[in-house]
Every structure is written in C-alpha cells, then in structure tokens.
C-alpha cells in the first residue's frame, strides 16, 4: 500500500512553466525509479519521462529538450519540470513510483495540466 501523490498542475499559458510533483513522504522507502506518464482526453497514457535508480534519464520526443525529470532523495519527491508549454501537453500527468525495498511500481491519481493558446 504505496501510493504517490502528484501536485502542482493547473492552467497556464502556452510558453510558460510548471513544476509537477510527485510525494512519497509518508512511505519508509525512499523513491527510487521514476515515470512521468500523461493522458489527454480520448488517447491512450503515454510515457513523457522516466529516471532509474542510477538517475539515467529518457524522454518522449515530443518534450525532448523542454521537460526535465528529477529526484530530491533528501525529501522523497521526484519533479517534472516543464517549460516552454504547449497546448499539446494539456493533460492529466501520472507519477509511476518504484522504491529501494519494494519491486513494484506504484501510480499517482495524477494532476491535470491545460495549457491554453
């Protein structure tokens, strides 16, 4: 019984910035690998950004270059910056959360992101 919690979405111009965040602190284990997944309305979940234990990072081509996917160990939260917004990336964003003792991975009830022209 691990679950995420994600925070920080909300409206916002095309061009601008937002930081989502994904919250582990109330769990024993520490966040370890780390998928930031989004689903707009009527398409399927898609995989925008991932960060394994060793901090390796891959992104979806089409946030390549104005998203970056991040860990605080010391607070137990992992990040998805994100600029240079469009209305493309309006959605509900999806923390997907493994943790140093536990093998599965554990999803967020997720956070929507519109982004308006």
Known sequence: QVQPVESGGGL????????LSCAASGSIFSINAVGWYRQA??????????ITGLGKTNYADSVKGRFTISRDNAKNMAYLQMNSLKPEDTAV????????????????QGTQVTVSS
């Open 12 to 19: 916002v111009q095309a061009g601008g910035s937002l930081r």
């Open 93 to 108: 964003y999806y923390c997907n959360a493994q943790f140093r003792g536990i093998p599965s991975w554990y999803w967020g």
């Open 41 to 50: 309305p009527g398409k399927q979940r898609e995989m925008v950004a991932t």
